[in-house]
């Protein structure tokens, strides 16, 4: 798997790190404050939005995870790329208007205002270590794999480091506005890239889709499977995928932080919606080709190898470079926006409520100097993931430790008035406590069951301790509630007059379908 690189690729790669690195510190000469550093301004309109959120989420973990899955069990894996809309749905409908009406900079800060400041910082501290050690961490890690296929004596520790600094420069300068500027680079050329080698790929197979199909093993393009699959069975498709989702889109800093930095409510919607729509492209340029892989080389023996596999062995010179930069696109997006929302969670949760006096300079130094610690760490971590059984395992085993206590405070807490802080900070530290002896057990091969249906248990045991525990104790505010749940208004926040073409529940409407459509299809 070996593969000389062209100079002409070479001068591609290089050339993306140059325009990266330009734009990124031409935008820090104009951040001047927390919000500029941390929010961009609050100046970000639909399309930055919307590409912003595409580019940060595919990762080059994902990439290389994703193609990796659907070699080994199938196209399953696509469903937590496609439905995402769903859950970008319930964050147009009901999250985007509570949280931008409180005019927070953290996600951690709306739990402090719906419930109290243990909720915050508990879920502060979570947030920040799921970001560095595996959002980071995970997408270092594939990038690193993915450039020792081209330069086999790399260190992947050292090659980790430098990608993270790379990324550690550019957002400690410009923050947030850096960020997903050069996302919308990146989210651009990752498209074309994966594009290019799908369309190559099938081309291999004289573009015809039961050559396909027939190559693979049965079922391998369906997205129900049995309860003994290894990938995805059906009960983890209905009990944690849509946990899962919720969790990730509507309250994860590393994700949720460029729309809080959005114009207003209308633009934020509109880009939320968009990169619903762009969250389908993955299963046909990422996932697909994987699941392709297989009639041309059926003897990877590890699903990470996979897509380096496919870049090597199927694209000309000069599109490996192209390819090649759409990787470290997605590594990049990844990093940076992790990098910028663990600093922004550490000095607005933790420094700035302890330092009453800090200036606005002494926030953009705290957070320049958070971004560079936070990239060292997991430069360090990245090389230790490989000691897991797959890069995607690893991300998913570690997503429901934490997402099930997190998503009931959040999505049960927006309707259940009754929920209040006693409730909400027992269910993060039970909750919590129980997944990770759930995944101990799985270690020492006493637990059985897949890691999506766990999900799906713990939602309800989270659900049980915050409904109990609120009930037991002391009601919250009424009158305060009233602004922090869900009420009928939100609905339509901000789009009162406008026409139907620009009112964003048609363009939900169309979302669903489609979805629909897809899954109807893949059934």
């Given at each position: 798997?070996?593969?000389?690189?062209?100079?002409?690729?070479?001068?591609?790669?290089?050339?993306?790190?140059?325009?990266?690195?330009?734009?990124?510190?031409?935008?820090?000469?104009?951040?001047?404050?927390?919000?500029?550093?941390?929010?961009?301004?609050?100046?970000?309109?639909?399309?930055?939005?919307?590409?912003?959120?595409?580019?940060?989420?595919?990762?080059?973990?994902?990439?290389?995870?994703?193609?990796?899955?659907?070699?080994?069990?199938?196209?399953?894996?696509?469903?937590?790329?496609?439905?995402?809309?769903?859950?970008?749905?319930?964050?147009?409908?009901?999250?985007?208007?509570?949280?931008?009406?409180?005019?927070?900079?953290?996600?951690?800060?709306?739990?402090?205002?719906?419930?109290?400041?243990?909720?915050?910082?508990?879920?502060?501290?979570?947030?920040?270590?799921?970001?560095?050690?595996?959002?980071?961490?995970?997408?270092?890690?594939?990038?690193?794999?993915?450039?020792?296929?081209?330069?086999?004596?790399?260190?992947?520790?050292?090659?980790?480091?430098?990608?993270?600094?790379?990324?550690?420069?550019?957002?400690?300068?410009?923050?947030?506005?850096?960020?997903?500027?050069?996302?919308?680079?990146?989210?651009?050329?990752?498209?074309?890239?994966?594009?290019?080698?799908?369309?190559?790929?099938?081309?291999?197979?004289?573009?015809?889709?039961?050559?396909?199909?027939?190559?693979?093993?049965?079922g391998h393009f369906s997205v129900v499977q049995p309860l003994d699959d290894e990938g995805l069975p059906w009960p983890g498709l209905l009990m944690g995928v849509p946990f899962l989702g919720f969790w990730y889109w509507s309250t994860n800093q590393y994700i949720f932080q460029r729309v809080?930095?959005?114009?207003?409510?209308?633009?934020?919607?509109?880009?939320?919606?968009?990169?619903?729509?762009?969250?389908?492209?993955?299963?046909?340029?990422?996932?697909?080709?994987?699941?392709?892989?297989?009639?041309?080389?059926?003897?990877?023996?590890?699903?990470?190898?996979?897509?380096?596999?496919?870049?090597?062995?199927?694209?000309?010179?000069?599109?490996?470079?192209?390819?090649?930069?759409?990787?470290?696109?997605?590594?990049?997006?990844?990093?940076?926006?992790?990098l910028n929302s663990s600093s922004t969670l550490l000095v607005i949760d933790f420094i700035k409520p302890v330092k009453k006096d800090v200036t606005e300079k002494d926030i953009v130094k705290y957070g320049r100097i958070s971004t560079l610690v936070f990239m060292v760490i997991a430069a360090?971590?990245?090389?230790?993931?490989?000691?897991?059984?797959?890069?995607?395992?690893?991300?998913?085993?570690?997503?429901?430790?934490?997402?099930?206590?997190?998503?009931?405070?959040?999505?049960?807490?927006?309707?259940?008035?009754?929920?209040?802080?006693?409730?909400?900070?027992?269910?993060?530290?039970?909750?919590?406590?129980?997944?990770?002896?759930?995944?101990?057990?799985?270690?020492?091969?006493?637990?059985?069951?897949?890691?999506?249906?766990?999900?799906?248990?713990?939602?309800?045991?989270?659900?049980?301790?915050?409904?109990?525990?609120?009930?037991?104790?002391?009601?919250?505010?009424?009158?305060?509630?009233?602004?922090?749940?869900?009420?009928?208004?939100?609905?339509?926040?901000?789009?009162?007059?406008?026409?139907?073409?620009?009112?964003?529940?048609?363009?939900?409407?169309?979302?669903?379908?489609?979805?629909?459509?897809?899954?109807?299809?893949?059934?």
């Open positions: 798997m070996e593969s000389t690189i062209s100079n002409i690729d070479i001068g591609i790669v290089i050339s993306y790190f140059l325009i990266v690195l330009f734009i990124g510190l031409w935008i820090s000469r104009k951040t001047k404050t927390g919000e500029d550093l941390f929010l961009g301004g609050r100046t970000f309109g639909w399309g930055i939005i919307g590409l912003s959120l595409f580019a940060s989420n595919i990762s080059g973990s994902t990439i290389v995870g994703l193609a990796g899955a659907a070699y080994t069990t199938g196209i399953v894996n696509s469903v937590y790329e496609w439905m995402s809309g769903l859950p970008l749905i319930i964050a147009a409908l009901i999250f985007i208007p509570l949280y931008l009406r409180s005019k927070i900079t953290t996600i951690p800060e709306f739990l402090q205002l719906r419930f109290d400041r243990r909720s915050q910082k508990f879920f502060s501290i979570i947030t920040i270590f799921s970001t560095i050690m595996i959002e980071t961490a995970g997408a270092l890690y594939a990038g690193s794999l993915v450039l020792q296929t081209f330069f086999p004596d790399l260190v992947m520790w050292q090659t980790s480091l430098v990608l993270a600094v790379i990324a550690g420069i550019y957002t400690a300068g410009g923050g947030l506005k850096a960020v997903v500027y050069t996302d919308a680079i990146q989210a651009v050329i990752l498209i074309v890239g994966c594009s290019i080698i799908t369309w190559i790929l099938f081309g291999k197979l004289d573009y015809d889709w039961a050559r396909v199909v027939a190559a693979a093993p049965e809080l930095g959005a114009k207003d409510i209308q633009q934020a919607r509109w880009g939320v919606i968009f990169a619903g729509f762009l969250k389908i492209i993955p299963l046909f340029i990422m996932v697909i080709p994987g699941a392709m892989a297989i009639s041309l080389f059926p003897d990877i023996a590890n699903g990470d190898q996979v897509f380096p596999t496919l870049v090597t062995k199927v694209l000309p010179v000069g599109l490996i470079g192209l390819v090649l930069a759409g990787v470290i696109s997605a590594i990049m997006s990844s990093v940076d926006s992790a360090l971590w990245a090389p230790q993931i490989q000691n897991f059984t797959g890069l995607w395992d690893y991300l998913q085993q570690m997503f429901s430790i934490i997402v099930p206590p997190v998503a009931v405070i959040f999505l049960v807490g927006v309707f259940f008035k009754r929920g209040n802080g006693d409730g909400a900070f027992w269910t993060l530290v039970l909750g919590t406590l129980a997944g990770i002896g759930l995944f101990v057990l799985e270690q020492f091969d006493m637990w059985h069951l897949h890691y999506t249906i766990n999900v799906g248990l713990m939602i309800l045991l989270s659900t049980v301790i915050f409904v109990v525990v609120s009930l037991m104790t002391p009601a919250p505010d009424a009158e305060k509630m009233k602004l922090l749940t869900y009420r009928k208004e939100l609905l339509m926040d901000g789009f009162e007059n406008v026409p139907w073409y620009k009112n964003y529940i048609y363009h939900i409407v169309v979302l669903v379908v489609v979805i629909t459509y897809i899954l109807i299809w893949l059934w």
